[in-house]
Structures are given as C-alpha cells and as structure tokens.
C-alpha cells in the first residue's frame, strides 16, 4: 500500500525537478512539500526500491501487484529530459556534427520567440510588462519561475547549457566597455536604440531611450536599456560553420564574428571616464571587451 502514495511522491518530485531544468541546486528542495530535504528523499528511495523490485519479479503475486510495485522504481529512475524545449538540436555527438548542430540551435533563438517545451509558454528578456522584482539570472528560475523573466545572465546560462548538450562546449561571457587608461573602469552604455540630445542647460550630451532592438519576447522594447556589464555566449572556431569563433547574444538575439561587430549593432553609446556620454557613432573603431 506504501507503494501508490511513494509513487505519487516521486511523480511530484520528478516533474518539479524537470520545470527547474534538473538543476543540482533545485534538487535540493523539489521534493518539499513531502521531504524537507533530498537526503529524507534519497533515504527512503534506496530503501523501498530495492523492495519494490523484489516484489516486481516475485511471481507469486498478480501481473497487476507486480506492475503497480514496479511503477515507483520505474518513475524513480526515469532519464532527466533536457529542460531546453525546442531550443536544443539534438543530433550524434561527433566533432563534424557539432557545427550543424550550434547553427540549428542557434536559429531557435534568433526569432526572439523563445518557449519552454511546450511551444506555448514564452521564455522572457526584461519583460516590459513585469516588475523589476520578477527578474532571475538562474536558469532553473528562467525555466522554472511562473514569470519566466530573466537577465542576460539566465539567457547566456540557458544558450551555454543548449550547446552542451550537443558536446560543445560554449562558454558565456561577460562584456564591458572599458574606459580610461592608467586605471580602466567599465562605462555606463546604452543598447539600441538611444537618441543623443545636446542639453541647452549643459551643453552636453543627454541620452533619450527609444524602441530598438528587441529582446526575447520583449516586444517593442525590453524594460532595461542601459548596463555596465552584459553576458553572451562565445562559440569556439572548432564549432563554428565558418570556422572562426563567433559572438552569439541569445538575448536579443545578434549574431557577431568578432566584439567590433557586436558593439556596432548593439550599442548606441557609452559614458566616457568622466562620466560624459558619448555616441558611439563617434567613435566607430572603439568596441567591447571580453572579461
């Protein structure tokens, strides 16, 4: 009789685990409100399952008892299905495939219509239509979190983890503008797209946001515009089609070959080491740099 309660136990704690993208941290708590913790959980698996096989092949009991014994040891060691919806390409993991690969998972983002598995559930970018407080950097909340809303740092984490699955092995990265010489600080910039205005009571120049490049699902513009850092993904050459390595930025979905590039399709300015702001437009040989 323990058997159909465990079962819906670990039906809960499976499809929990799954919404959070089978993450190592979300592992520790997708079991509450039964366990209060996934040792209790891991505990009385190993010592039921065992138990349940046992009866499993005990032939001495109805085809029915026996498949209903079976069905928690089943449940318990289903394979983790990547939590990635239609954004993952699988295909045979060699090194020639992996370029065909990064290009098909990598269309997937370009749209700017990132969902979950289900093709319904939209995946955000700085959702104009949520607060500042429904933002994540994890993965597991970007998959996870009823908002599904997150930063370039969720967005960058949930490219990475797409690539991986196919063995390339992708790694985000942090971008920032950097000013001064003798002691470099990272500037203030403006994604596009972002009007200048000299002010008639400074005489400098004013920055006035307008709807530019959209984000995933962020349509006309996403809520944020200006940052000090920004996180990307960089596809090593190896993986690439063309055979260099190439700058991809899942959220707002801009295909780079170098940061050069990238700044000139995604920037609009940037403050200078005084604080000044200045065009990019300015300044066309001035770029990103990767942290």
Same mark, same amino acid.
């Given at each position: ?57 005990? @032939? ?20 983790? /299905? ?15 495939? /992996? ?125 944020? @515009? ?66």
């Amino acid at each position: 009789m323990y058997a159909i309660p465990l079962l819906g136990v670990i039906c809960y704690t499976t499809y929990n685990h799954y919404l959070h993208g089978f993450e190592e941290q979300a592992g520790h708590w997708v079991m509450e409100p039964f366990f209060n913790d996934h040792t209790a959980y891991g505990a009385i698996l190993s010592l039921f399952i065992p138990i349940f096989m046992g009866f499993s092949f005990t @032939k001495t009991h109805s085809k029915l008892t026996r498949f209903l014994q079976a069905l928690p040891v089943t449940a318990a060691v289903l394979p983790a /299905r990547p939590a990635f919806g239609s954004e993952v390409e699988l295909v045979k993991d060699t090194p020639s495939a /992996r370029p065909q690969a990064v290009a098909d998972t990598w269309g997937q983002f370009t749209g700017l219509g990132v969902t979950a598995w289900d093709g319904q559930t939209k995946l955000f970018y700085y959702d104009p239509a949520k607060t500042p407080d429904t933002l994540t950097e994890e993965l597991s909340g970007l998959l996870g979190q009823p908002t599904h809303n997150g930063t370039c740092i969720a967005w960058a984490k949930f490219l990475a983890a797409s690539f991986q699955v196919n063995g390339v092995n992708a790694s985000d990265v942090e971008l920032y503008k950097k000013i001064g010489v003798w002691q470099p600080t990272a500037a203030e910039f403006y994604v596009k797209k972002c009007n200048f205005f000299v002010s008639p009571f400074t005489g400098k120049l004013t920055p006035s946001p307008q709807p530019g490049v959209e984000g995933q699902n962020s349509s006309p513009t996403p809520s944020q @515009k200006s940052f000090s850092t920004h996180r990307i993904v960089k596809v090593p050459s190896s993986c690439a089609l063309n055979g260099s390595a190439i700058y991809l930025d899942p959220s707002y979905g801009i295909t780079a070959p170098d940061l050069l590039n990238y700044t000139h399709q995604a920037l609009d300015g940037w403050t200078d080491e005084n604080g000044l702001w200045q065009r990019a437009s300015d300044h066309p040989d001035e770029q990103m740099t990767e942290n």
